[in-house]
């Protein structure tokens, strides 16, 4: 693991990721619990999913700070 480089996911990141993802809630479900507005959830979920792909794909490690 070591050797591997790393995708850096944020708090905020990570959140939207449990919101949308694993607990199955609506953005604007999820961006009312995060107490943001549903286009700020929006580029959060979205930035989070693509270092997550970029992460599969380049086989990096995910670091969640």
Same mark, same amino acid.
């Given at each position: 693991?070591? %050797? /591997?480089? !790393?995708?850096? /996911?944020?708090? %905020?990141? &990570? !959140?939207?990721?449990? /919101?949308? %993802? &694993? %607990?199955?809630?609506? $953005? !604007? @479900?999820?961006?009312? @619990?995060?107490? #943001?507005?549903?286009?700020? &959830?929006?580029? #959060?979920? $979205?930035?989070?999913?693509?270092?997550?792909?970029?992460?599969? #794909?380049?086989?990096?490690? #995910?670091?969640?700070?």
């Amino acid at each position: 693991m070591r %050797d /591997l480089s !790393e995708s850096i /996911l944020e708090k %905020d990141e &990570f !959140e939207a990721i449990k /919101l949308a %993802d &694993f %607990d199955n809630l609506s $953005q !604007e @479900q999820a961006a009312a @619990q995060m107490k #943001i507005s549903r286009a700020t &959830f929006g580029r #959060i979920v $979205q930035k989070a999913r693509y270092k997550i792909a970029d992460s599969i #794909i380049n086989g990096k490690a #995910i670091k969640i700070s």
